[in-house]
């Protein structure tokens, strides 16, 4: 038996979705698309936007993200990376 994981984690892109004031531009992502009036707002007030960004594969090693630490876990939180 060894310990590598059953499984392997492959992707084309990395996708974020958050709200303002939050903005992952600074490490490489793009904003892709704004999703107006999805999250609900604190005390009930306005609901807030959700911005959908997306860092490709090929442009991480060039990016801010490229040098950021990364750990995943998974729903159980175990560590996948």
Do not use: H, N
Request: aromatic share 8%; glycine share 8%.
């Amino acid at each position: 038996m060894t310990s590598d994981p059953p499984y392997r984690i492959v992707t084309e892109r990395l996708v974020l979705r958050c709200w303002e004031p939050r903005d992952p531009r600074k490490l490489g992502f793009v904003e892709e698309a704004r999703l107006r009036r999805r999250l609900p707002a604190p005390g009930g007030g306005q609901p807030r936007d959700v911005i959908v960004f997306t860092l490709f594969r090929d442009a991480v090693p060039g990016s801010p993200a490229g040098s950021v630490e990364l750990e995943a876990f998974d729903a159980v939180g175990m560590r996948v990376l």
